[in-house]
């Protein structure tokens, strides 16, 4: 009889729970189920459907290697899963499966089905940073707020630091690789690294070299500051667990130190976590509803002229659509622009949310519905922020501040290559670029009358 491994958003080899558990049974085999008609479903971008093909071949290597039968099926939709694992589970005589537990309602439901109709057992085993994953108070409630859920997940992980697991001995001299068909439009992606090897050197390099400095260099969008880790964790060539392990031998203690850039890197792995409950906690913002529920009541304009000129990155606002363009060409934006151009949306053009966080997710390559979907209601003040609604971004303020010499807006919007100053910032007349298509000042009062209204 053979284990089963079957991978979802976890394609790596090294620090796997569940492929570590399946080669332990002493003969397995592993599988992706590519559900095409789900992810079309729920948006996917052309250049992750790249990625996870070139991902899903990356690790068809490095299970060949260790002489693991690896297959790539093709299941369709989520409902069709449990049916399509049965008939796998009896024509490859396998007597147990091994697999990640996802957090998200239509994956609790699809693994909800297939361990109630599956001939085998489905052993779901823990994937998360945090052990036991859910961090909660000592009440038992969840955490609404970020700031308190990081101390307790700070303090518990002095207590309980997660050990990386090692790559599992080849089980048989390796095999011919399978590999993973296109499954529908693609845009190139081969600009992301997708091997384990390369993956983790982008780690080692960024924590030894960039982390340190974090702090200051992170809201710079000119700047190389950030990791750029974002995808590999999406799609888990890469575990939050060897973020950690990678940062503390290069970092020491500094990482528990919420001042140092280490240490602040370290809350942006939380603040993923923290999202990730906030999903299993609060189904509601699953289902497309929003975190704080009178703020369903909040009366968005909703022009679609508006909205197309956003996605376009048209909008007369540099730093707005220096952000958006670098979406377009790039799928992938610097997180201070992914706020900037997400406030702009919600609380200067006035769109519902839900428009923005799915533009995102049809362009990103890191696209993740969990921060995406907190990053969206974050910065439409409808989801778990602190910070009351009166938070709006000026964007003219934010571009001098953090492009102040418009290095970065030069690179997107060629329109300016000549201009500086206030004239880069907050150009006026020029000709092939637009004028703002809206005010500042009365869309920030706009804004602020939406939100004084729900309180009627
Ligand atoms: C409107 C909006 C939408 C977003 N959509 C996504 C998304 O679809 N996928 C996604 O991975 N991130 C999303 N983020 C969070 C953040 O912008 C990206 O994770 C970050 O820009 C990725 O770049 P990096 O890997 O260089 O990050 P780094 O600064 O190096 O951070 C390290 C890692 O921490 C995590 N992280 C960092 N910031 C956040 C955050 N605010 N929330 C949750 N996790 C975070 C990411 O996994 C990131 O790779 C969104 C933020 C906003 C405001």
């Known amino acids: 009889m053979t284990a089963l491994v079957w991978f979802r958003n976890d394609l790596r080899c090294l620090d796997h729970p569940a492929l570590s558990a399946g080669v332990e049974q002493g003969s397995c085999r592993a599988v992706y189920l590519l559900c095409p008609q789900q992810l079309d479903e729920h948006i996917i971008a052309p250049i992750r459907r790249q990625y996870l093909r070139l991902a899903l071949d990356a690790l068809a290597a490095e299970l060949a290697a260790l002489g693991i039968p690896f297959d790539i099926i093709d299941a369709g939709h989520f409902r069709d899963v449990p049916g399509v694992l049965n008939r796998y589970c009896q024509q490859h005589r396998i007597s147990e499966i091994f697999a990640h537990e996802e957090l998200l309602l239509d994956e609790i439901e699809r693994d909800r089905q297939c361990a109630e109709t599956l001939p085998v057992p489905l052993h779901l085993l823990d994937d998360c940073l945090l052990h036991p994953k859910l961090v909660c108070k ?172 956003w996605q376009r990155g048209e909008t007369g606002y540099p730093i707005v659509d220096a952000g958006m363009r670098q979406l377009l060409t790039t799928g992938w934006m610097h997180n201070r622009l992914r706020m900037i151009t997400a406030s702009f949306l919600c609380k200067h053009l006035h769109i ?22 907190g990053g969206w209601q974050w910065a439409a003040s409808t989801g778990t922020d602190a910070v009351p609604y009166f938070r709006i971004f000026n964007p003219t303020t934010q571009s001098k501040r953090f492009d102040a010499d418009g290095r970065f807006i030069k690179r997107y919007v060629p329109e300016l ?39 009627d």
């Open 352 to 373: 519902d949310w839900r428009w923005g966080e799915a533009h995102f997710l049809a362009h990103l390559i890191d696209a993740d519905f969990a921060s995406n979907n």
């Open 138 to 309: 000592d009440n038992g409630e969840p955490y609404k707020v970020f700031t308190p859920f990081s101390r307790r997940c700070r303090s518990r992980l002095r207590e309980y630091w997660p050990r990386c697991l090692p790559r599992p001995k080849p089980q048989a001299a390796p095999i011919k690789a399978t590999s993973a068909p296109v499954f529908g439009e693609e845009k190139d992606a081969t600009d992301w690294p997708v091997s384990e090897r390369d993956v983790l050197a982008q780690l080692k390099t960024f924590s030894r070299e960039r982390a340190p400095d974090y702090g200051r260099q992170r809201d710079f969008p000119a700047e190389e500051g950030t990791s750029r880790l974002s995808a590999a964790l999406a799609l888990g060539l890469l575990s939050p667990r060897q973020c950690l392990a990678r940062l503390q031998l290069e970092c020491g203690d500094a990482l528990w130190d919420t001042q140092s850039g280490a240490g602040i890197w370290f809350n942006e792995l939380l603040w993923r976590e923290f999202y990730r409950q906030v999903c299993y906690h609060f189904p509601q913002v699953v289902r497309g509803r929003a975190f704080k529920p009178h703020t369903e009541h909040l009366q968005w304009r909703n022009n679609r002229e508006e909205f197309a000129a």
């Open 417 to 455: 290559s000549d201009h500086k100053g206030n004239a880069l910032h907050l150009p006026p007349n020029v000709k092939y670029y637009p004028n703002p298509i809206v005010d500042h000042a009365e869309s920030r009062a706009f804004t602020l009358a939406l939100f004084e209204k729900l309180k």
